[in-house]
């Protein structure tokens, strides 16, 4: 039974068919009560209707409908509020308010995502501080697409067609790092993983990235990991290191791998211990790109 609170100038009688006029000197509505346990099919249903001069809304928290018969619409009632998930920040250690945050971050798949998504509790700070710069490495992850796969598609479809279209910015400052590379190789030649310079004729093809924005993503996504295998946080700071896997590294990683998200080696992992005590993360991207990451025996044992 809907009733007044004590001391209201509102008057309630109720009606057929869970329909109650509350009444005011100088206001009258009528308020539908929806016993519909499914807001969104409700929402379909009814949307914003109109009966008469009368307009209609939802309160979707609480499933009620209110009609202004003065041709307004005015909510009644409070909206349910969302609880606060309580937990431990996989980034910063911190205890308290947190949120979901996929592993890697769900801007690097394609649609429809992968069932097998890893998430953790992460604080709202730093779920807010790593948004651009997971876009960011997201370029950096497809610029070395090759015609015909999955990650050239991630290219067109997340970077040129969502990224670029949507922030001139980011295309500014990438335009700018590239223009600085290319005017530091002019006096200093680059050198390459395997040894030797980059020949003068690749290096219009050569785009800069800042590293730091790189290494801070891949250091994100390595406490996030280790809270959901180890259950513990790292305290402590990593080393990422970016140089190419060797051929038996690149087996370990494929043949004993410790997870993956995706189902064609969009993002594949494993991880071990070396024999000072440290752990060794290596991380592959679209059988692209990879990472080595140390952690340090004093940050585990912090932890």
């Known amino acids: ?159 040129v067609n969502s990224s670029f279209a949507r922030s001139g910015g980011l295309k500014g400052r990438l335009k700018d790092e590239r223009e600085n590379v290319q005017e530091y190789a002019r006096q200093n030649p680059l050198q390459l993983f395997g040894g030797g310079n980059l020949p003068p004729v690749l290096l219009p093809l050569v785009q800069g990235f800042d590293a730091s924005r790189i290494v801070r993503v891949v250091e994100k996504i390595v406490r996030c990991l280790h809270l959901h295998h180890v259950g513990k946080v790292i305290t402590g700071n990593l080393h990422v290191d970016v140089a190419p896997l060797s051929t038996r590294q690149w087996q370990e990683v494929f043949e004993k791998r410790s997870g993956e998200v995706g189902h064609y080696n969009e993002f594949v992992y494993h991880f071990g211990t070396s024999e000072s005590g440290a752990e060794i993360w290596r991380l592959v991207f679209y059988e692209h790109h990879a990472f080595t990451v140390h952690v340090r025996p004093i940050a585990l044992r912090t932890g």
Not at 83 to 97: F, P, T, Y
Not at 119 to 147: M, W
Not at 149 to 158: D, Q
């Open 1 to 159: 039974m809907l009733t007044a609170p004590p001391g209201s100038p509102w008057r309630v009688r109720p009606g057929l068919a869970g329909v109650y006029l509350i009444q005011r000197w100088d206001l009258s509505l009528r308020i539908l009560i929806l016993p519909e346990l499914r807001p969104k099919r409700v929402a379909a249903q009814y949307g914003r209707a109109r009966f008469g001069r009368a307009s209609v809304d939802i309160l979707w928290e609480c499933c009620i409908i209110i009609v202004s018969q003065q041709g307004y619409c005015s909510w009644h009632m409070a909206r349910s509020k969302k609880r606060k998930r309580l937990g431990i920040c996989a980034i910063c250690g911190a205890a308290g308010e947190v949120n979901r945050e996929h592993v890697p971050p769900r801007n690097l798949f394609l649609d429809p995502r992968p069932a097998n998504t890893i998430t953790v509790d992460v604080c709202p700070s730093c779920n807010h501080d790593y948004h651009l710069d997971d876009e960011y490495f997201r370029v950096y992850v497809a610029a070395g697409a090759r015609p015909g796969t999955r990650l050239m598609k991630l290219w067109k479809k997340k970077v």
